[in-house]
């Protein structure tokens, strides 16, 4: 991992590779939802969209899109100070590449973005931690960011709650996997951010991480068909799953 103060030394792939092992620790057909998504995109918008990375992370869905489309460009946004250092860092003086950071709870982020409209609006793994109604309130505003014709997708936690055998089976599968691969040295949550924590770049912005966010929150993760049809109701012509495990889902909703 990094050691050295001056993020001009840092190196940020590792920090990148670290951040997806300990994500796939949770969802092992991480990329595969992935894949599919930009699959859509192409299908949709085709290989040189212009593109919002919604709650954008470490830049994992923008660094698999510009690895893909050459010719895209992205705008990332999020809150998280640890995640926009290392995501800043990746991309540094790659003029296809802008980051602002804004709370999405806010109700006048998009203010902050540097366009008023975008070919797709792409997110993964973050928006489960928003509540049903902050949660329609922002497909409202995504709404409007996309332009007609274009598209947005999620890749999230979707919990259909009236299979709860069939929930209570995936679940002690997949954490009984989890629990095999943590004793085989994979890292979770908790230890990435110890190792985090313990880094002198990203030692600050970790500490200002956990002010805002403290360990971690969970939302509602309403289902696939609550966020299709409310998708619908904020402005988006149509609205469906493309793909799914037994644990995520990937919605696709075309303006």
Known sequence: MAA??????????????????????YMPDREERLRVMLDMVEAVVGTSPH?????CGTGTITARLLARFPD???TGVDLDPALLTIAEGTFAGDERVSFVTADLKDPDWPAGLPHDSYDAVLTATALHWLHSGPLAHLYGQVARLVRPGGVFMNADHMIDETTPRINAAERALRHARMDRARRDGALDWAEWWKTAAADPVLAEPTARRFEIYGEHADGDMPSAAWQARVLREKGFAEARPVWCSPSDTLLLALK
């Open 51 to 55: 593109i919002l990375d919604l709650a």
């Open 4 to 25: 050295n103060t001056s993020t001009s030394t840092v190196d940020w792939r590792t920090w990148q590779e670290s951040w997806d092992r300990q994500q796939e620790w």
């Open 72 to 74: 895209a460009t992205s």
